[in-house]
Antibody
Framework: EVQLVQSGAEVKKPGESLKISCKAS????????IGWVRQTPGEGLEWMGV????????MYSPPFQGQVTLSADRSVATVNLHWRALQASDTAIYYC???????????WGQGTPVTVSS | QSALTQPRSVSGSLGQSVTISCTGT?????????VSWNRQHPGKGPQLILF???KRPSGVPDRFSGSKSGNTASLTISGLQGEDEGYYYC???????????FGTGTQVFVL
């Protein structure tokens, strides 16, 4: 059974750095694209980026290019999302999602709420 | 890439049918037969219920069906049940070098 289990809720101040993670199980981690989807009341669901753990190739959506960094650790089947300097506008729920070409997202994590406030 | 347009909400009585539309452009919905639908219950992660317009993943009941005409895809839920309440999001492939685009989301109410 495929499972994506995400790290817990975070509360941070503007300017702070943050890394959230997602541990995958139940499939060959290196063989599927996996990434992060942001959910906000105003913008709905948005793909941020995906990574192919097999060779660490990445693809970012334009609004998020340069704002976040995706990484993957095949030894522990974990994908990470990293911010160097958070902004209040990064307040959202972040979902880990396994992407299959043409199919969309076939499996989702449970979500990680991130609150950025001074 | 702009979000796909969905109605804000739809409602139906137990046992009835509802249809949710998802309108895009030739660059997404209209250009590919790769539209998926996800359901999200409050406080939970989304769950895939249809892919490639009208295919159901294992375990999804056949009360869920999909179709597409031009730049608009549709999800029909037949025989509405209480558990069908929630938010529904469409999603479309947009090409090899870009990531998929999601719909604005539709809240389904079961009366």
């Amino acid at each position: 059974e495929v499972q994506l289990v995400q790290s817990g809720a975070e509360v941070k101040k503007p300017g702070e750095s943050l890394k959230i993670s997602c541990k995958a199980s139940g499939y060959l981690f290196g063989n599927y694209w996996i990434g992060w989807v942001r959910q906000t009341p105003g913008e709905g669901l948005e793909w941020m980026g995906v990574i192919y753990p097999g060779d660490s190739s990445t693809m970012y959506s334009p609004p998020f290019q340069g704002q976040v960094t995706l990484s993957a650790d095949r030894s522990v089947a974990t994908v990470n999302l990293h911010w160097r300097a958070l902004q209040a506008s990064d307040t959202a729920i972040y979902y880990c999602a396994r992407r299959v070409a043409y199919m969309g997202v076939d499996f989702w994590g449970q979500g990680t709420p991130v609150t950025v406030s001074s | 890439q702009s979000a796909l347009t969905q109605p804000r909400s739809v409602s139906g009585s137990l046992g009835q049918s509802v249809t949710i539309s998802c309108t895009g452009t030739i660059g997404d919905v209209g250009g590919y037969n790769y539209v998926s639908w996800n359901r999200q219950h409050p406080g939970k992660g989304p769950q895939l219920i249809l892919f490639e317009v009208n295919k159901r993943p294992s375990g999804v009941p056949d009360r869920f069906s999909g179709s597409k005409s031009g730049n608009t895809a549709s999800l029909t839920i037949s025989g509405l049940q209480g558990e069908d309440e929630g938010y529904y999001y469409c999603c479309s492939y947009t090409g090899e070098s870009t990531l998929d685009v999601f719909g604005t989301g539709t809240q389904v109410f079961v009366l």
